[in-house]
Antibody, heavy 123, light 107 residues
Framework: EVRLVESGGGLVRPGWSLRLSCEAS????????LHWVRQVPGQGLEWLAG????????GYADSVRGRFVISRDNAKASLYLQMHSLRPDDTAFYYC????????????????WGPGTLVAVSS | VLTQSPGTLSLSPGERATLSCRAS???????LAWYQQRPGQSPRLLIH???TRATGIPDRISARGSGTDFTLTISRLEPDDFAVYYC??????????FGGGTKVEIK
């Protein structure tokens, strides 16, 4: 069974940095792209970033490019999102999601999601 | 940019729901997926490739479309279908994007 568990969320002040983690199990982590998606409570989904299985292909939403960095450690079956210069409008649930294909060179859709971790940015 | 309409659809169980997702540019290769999100849950994949049902999705849920216009149809609404639905385009990899969502609520 595919399992994705996000961690690292919490309450931070504006301007702070925070690193989210996503621990994965139940599939061949080394061969699947992964994504971060966020959702402001009560609002819609926003795709933030994706990374290919070998980290060769990385993409960001315009809203976070230059502030957020996605990375992965295949040896630890873990995905990360380093967030800098956090703002109140970054307050949201952050989900990691597994891309569907094994060994693909581009990003596709996601077939599994974690339960999410809440990041709150407030003074 | 993906624009979903309507924002909210008020229907009764047993009725048919038709949701729209319109793209500002052609989505190549029909690289469009649909997700359902029930309250308090993570999203669930319904459709990929614009019209292919994901594993375990009943055939009363269908989707079609190409180019810039895509539609998700639920032929007979059941209680579990009242949720929010999102389209996702992955044609412009490595940058993906969601539509704003359509809420299907009980009338």
């Amino acid at each position: 069974e595919v399992r994705l568990v996000e961690s690292g969320g919490g309450l931070v002040r504006p301007g702070w940095s925070l690193r989210l983690s996503c621990e994965a199990s139940g599939f061949n982590f080394n061969k699947h792209a992964l994504h971060w998606v966020r959702q402001v409570p009560g609002q819609g989904l926003e795709w933030l970033a994706g990374i290919s299985w070998n980290s060769a292909r990385i993409g960001y939403a315009d809203s976070v490019r230059g502030r957020f960095v996605i990375s992965r450690d295949n040896a630890k079956a873990s995905l990360y999102l380093q967030m800098h210069s956090l703002r109140p409008d970054d307050t949201a649930f952050y989900y990691c999601a597994k891309d569907v294909f094994n060994g693909a060179i581009r990003l596709f859709w996601f077939d599994s999601w974690g339960p999410g971790t809440l990041v709150a940015v407030s003074s | 940019v993906l624009t979903q309409s309507p924002g909210t659809l008020s229907l009764s169980p047993g009725e048919r729901a038709t949701l729209s997702c319109r793209a500002s540019q052609t989505i190549t290769d029909n690289y469009l997926a649909w997700y359902q999100q029930r309250p308090g849950q993570s999203p669930r994949l319904l459709i990929h490739g614009a019209s292919t049902r994901a594993t375990g999705i009943p055939d009363r849920i269908s989707a079609r479309g190409s180019g810039t216009d895509f539609t998700l149809t639920i032929s007979r609404l059941e209680p579990d279908d009242f949720a929010v639905y999102y389209c996702l385009q992955y044609a412009t990899s490595p940058q993906l994007s969601f539509g704003g969502g359509t809420k299907v609520e009980i009338k």
